[in-house]
């Protein structure tokens, strides 16, 4: 069964720090999410992608978030200069075509632990 | 803004017997509601779901139900397994505010004991 695929599982970085966190959606799909939940509160809408461009973003997504589609099969999540509060698990997903009535698959997802 | 909740942070039920999981929303826009399980170190993922239209979708085990005019959704399963054990979400769909927003809840942690 196709899968969302996320690395690393688990990064560690002190504050200030950048980090990257990579995705591989699955292979025919067209529309990119990346969602992150603080550890005990609920999964939190991040940014959704398509057609190589932002579509959606939350308030939760500031100027220190970026993300992009380098190669046409990975998409990444750029934290330019991480804050404690950053820490959580972030979850890719993808989903074949938009509209709410499609079902997102979420990778394993990444730890982020800022200290 | 809290508009999609799961008021239950955690729920026991033993094994065999039913298990009942409950969501409520506060916008009258979404249309489409899903269940995800989350296993630890796992992402979410799909279970079941319910379009606006209907009151009631069934899938083997699992049962969600819809009431709008309640803004109330819940999903039933029986019997509960001991593999049921994980965090349900509750997520809402629709067009708010210009864009289509899907929110979840903040996730029932459901333990189900042989």
């Known amino acids: 069964e196709p899968e969302v695929t996320q690395t690393p599982s688990h990064q560690v970085t002190q504050m200030g720090q950048e980090v990257i966190l990579r995705c591989v959606p699955i292979?025919?799909?067209?529309?990119f999410y990346w969602y992150r939940q603080i550890l005990g509160q609920k999964v939190e809408f991040l940014v959704s992608?398509?057609?190589?461009?932002?579509?959606?973003k939350s308030e939760i997504f500031d100027d220190q978030f970026s993300v992009e589609r380098p190669d046409g099969s990975n998409f990444t999540l750029k934290i330019r200069s991480t804050k404690l509060e950053d820490s959580a698990m972030y979850f890719c997903?993808?989903?074949?075509?938009?509209?709410?009535?499609?079902?997102?698959?979420f990778g394993a997802g990444s730890r982020l632990t800022v200290l | 803004d809290q508009q999609v909740k799961q008021n239950s942070p955690s729920l026991s039920v033993q094994e065999g017997r039913i298990s009942i999981l409950n969501c409520d929303y506060t916008?009258?826009?979404?249309?489409?509601f899903l269940w995800y399980k989350k296993y630890p170190a796992e992402g979410p993922t799909f279970l079941i779901s319910?379009?606006?239209?209907?009151d009631k979708n069934e899938d083997g085990r699992f049962t969600v139900f819809l009431n709008k005019s309640a803004k109330h959704l819940s999903l039933h399963i029986v019997p509960s397994q001991p593999g049921d054990s994980a965090v349900y979400f509750c997520a809402a769909s629709g067009w708010v505010q210009g864009a289509q927003k899907l929110v979840f809840g903040q996730g029932t942690r459901l333990t189900i004991n042989p």
């Open positions: 916008n009258s826009m979404f249309d489409y």
């Open positions: 992608f398509y057609n190589n461009e932002i579509s959606e």
């Open positions: 997903a993808s989903t074949p075509r938009g509209g709410g009535a499609n079902v997102l698959t």
């Open positions: 319910i379009s606006s239209i209907k």
């Open positions: 292979s025919n799909h067209l529309y």
